[in-house]
């Protein structure tokens, strides 16, 4: 068989099944919408207010994180961080870590917390408010739990591990446990579909 003619067929195929990829893209479901987020006006870590509307027009990442934990929250912290390095554009998408304990967790202790993980910058929002705010948004926006258990003095509130990914319009529509094993691949996937479809919105 001429060289040719393996060739030729060779380029016809790659470019049937990256033709049928794209295709496939193009008909892929779009991702649900699981909650549409309230107004919210919460003070980031540097004593500015940042509302709902603030973060509009690019998806967008959240997780609940509170300092006085010493299970969970660092290693969601870091659990962002590791994602964060894995966006292809870091600057785009911002991550917004809202506190479930915001009596405790003013913007100086905030401030102290991100500065210990290494943390600067406005990519990545540290959000707190009035005792309640916080936790209202995380249950009726997020539909999250959000429980105090006193009794465990290392983990004095008990709260959701899951990361969330909010559309340009305040929509979330994608959340995964962070400590499962795929949990970045399958959020950056998620992204991905988001941008697309967000893409073809405009």
Same mark, same amino acid.
């Given at each position: 068989?001429? /060289?040719?003619?393996?060739?030729? @067929?060779?380029?016809?195929? !790659? ?24 107004? =919210?006006?919460?003070?980031?870590? %540097? ?6 509307? %603030? ?6 990442? !959240?997780?609940?994180? =509170?300092? /006085?934990? /010493? ?20 600057? /785009? ?6 506190? #479930? ?28 408010? +009035? ?28 709260? @959701?591990?899951? =990361?969330?990914?909010?559309? @340009? ?6 959340? #995964?446990?962070?400590? %499962?094993?795929? !949990? ?16 073809? +919105?405009?």
């Amino acid at each position: 068989m001429p /060289r040719r003619f393996v060739a030729w @067929s060779l380029l016809a195929f !790659a470019t049937l099944v990256a033709l049928g990829l794209w295709v496939h893209g193009l008909h892929r479901p779009p991702l649900p919408v699981i909650a549409t987020l309230p107004h =919210f006006e919460l003070t980031e870590r %540097d004593g500015s207010r940042v509302a709902l509307a %603030d973060l509009a027009g690019a998806p967008w990442l !959240a997780d609940f994180v =509170f300092t /006085r934990c /010493r299970i969970y929250c660092p290693r969601l912290t870091e659990r962002m961080r590791e994602l964060r390095a894995q966006l292809p554009d870091p600057a /785009r998408v911002r991550s917004v870590s809202f506190t #479930v304990d915001a009596a405790f967790d003013t913007p100086p202790v905030l401030t102290r917390y991100a500065a210990d993980h290494g943390i600067a910058g406005r990519d990545w929002l540290w959000l707190t408010d +009035g005792p309640d705010s916080t936790r209202r948004l995380v249950r009726e926006g997020f539909l999250l739990p959000v429980v105090d258990q006193p009794e465990i003095a290392a983990m004095p509130v008990l709260h @959701s591990n899951r =990361f969330a990914l909010v559309d @340009s319009a305040g929509r979330v529509r994608f959340t #995964v446990e962070a400590f %499962d094993a795929d !949990a970045l691949d399958r959020l950056l996937d998620a992204l991905a579909a988001l941008e697309r479809e967000e893409r073809r +919105g405009r």
